[in-house]
């Protein structure tokens, strides 16, 4: 069965700092990856997906993710982050993209 | 606006009532998902569409839980006798496979407070 861990429940980062949000998966074939940000009350919106080819990934908003298929890991990382940044951020694991499962999430506060 | 759309946003129902959810997904998506979240907690699946064929269902999606998509378009989810455990916000999401991957498109979500 497929799974997602995303071990830290809380992050607390200050305004213009570097950020980096950690997922681990488990999956018994090629991965489909995802990132979602989701504002209180919200739905979800995509920040970036990993299907095949390149590992590091570029999305929306100034994230990006790697692949790194020897540690089971796509972790989130940003260089500089913004007040507006504050949210909760969800890694999913998709199966050929029909059932995402998703991790617990991570919420993200920004010091100014 | 072009992305998927939900309505009600917001419901609040009474104990052992019946609610129902709509969803329209993006125009030409072919398949159609309806996720459950918990305060605190990450999506949880219940079930998808590919067209108006039902093609998985999550254990989560007891028999008080219907949901239909009749034409292939919008879809209905329905909750009977609702419970309070049932209080939670009601994802919807669409996508169109293509070859190199399947990207899925979350709505805004129903909020499902039942007292």
């Known amino acids: 069965a497929q799974s997602v861990t995303q071990p830290d429940i809380h992050i607390t980062v200050s305004e213009g700092a570097s950020l980096e949000l950690r997922c681990n998966y488990s999956?018994?074939?090629?991965?489909?990856l995802f990132w979602y940000v989701q504002s209180p009350g919200q739905g979800l919106q995509l920040l970036l997906k990993?299907?095949?080819?390149?590992?590091l990934v570029q999305g929306i908003k100034g994230f990006e993710a790697e692949f790194k298929r020897s540690q089971s890991s796509f972790n989130l990382r940003k260089p500089s982050v913004h007040w507006s940044d504050a949210a909760e951020y969800f890694c999913?694991?998709?199966?050929?993209?029909?059932?995402?499962?998703f991790g617990g999430g991570t919420r993200l506060m920004v010091k100014p | 606006d072009t992305g998927v759309s939900q309505n009600p946003r917001h419901k609040i129902t009474k104990r052992g009532q019946n609610v129902t959810f709509r969803c329209d997904p993006i125009?030409?998506?072919?398949?159609l998902y309806w996720y459950r979240q918990t305060l605190g907690q990450g999506p949880e699946f219940l079930t998808y569409?590919?067209?108006?064929?039902?093609?998985?269902k999550s254990r989560l999606l007891s028999d008080r839980f219907s949901a239909e998509r009749p034409k292939g378009s919008f879809s209905t989810l329905e909750i009977q006798r609702t419970e309070q455990g049932d209080s939670a916000m009601y994802l919807c999401?669409?996508?169109?496979?293509?070859?190199?991957?399947?990207?899925?498109?979350f709505g805004e979500g129903s909020w499902l407070t039942v007292v």
């Open positions: 999401a669409s996508s169109l496979p293509r070859r190199l991957g399947n990207t899925i498109y």
């Open positions: 569409f590919q067209n108006e064929a039902q093609l998985e």
């Open positions: 990993y299907f095949s080819g390149d590992t």
């Open positions: 999956y018994g074939a090629t991965p489909y």
């Open positions: 999913a694991v998709g199966s050929a993209g029909n059932m995402l499962t």
């Open positions: 125009s030409e998506h072919n398949r």
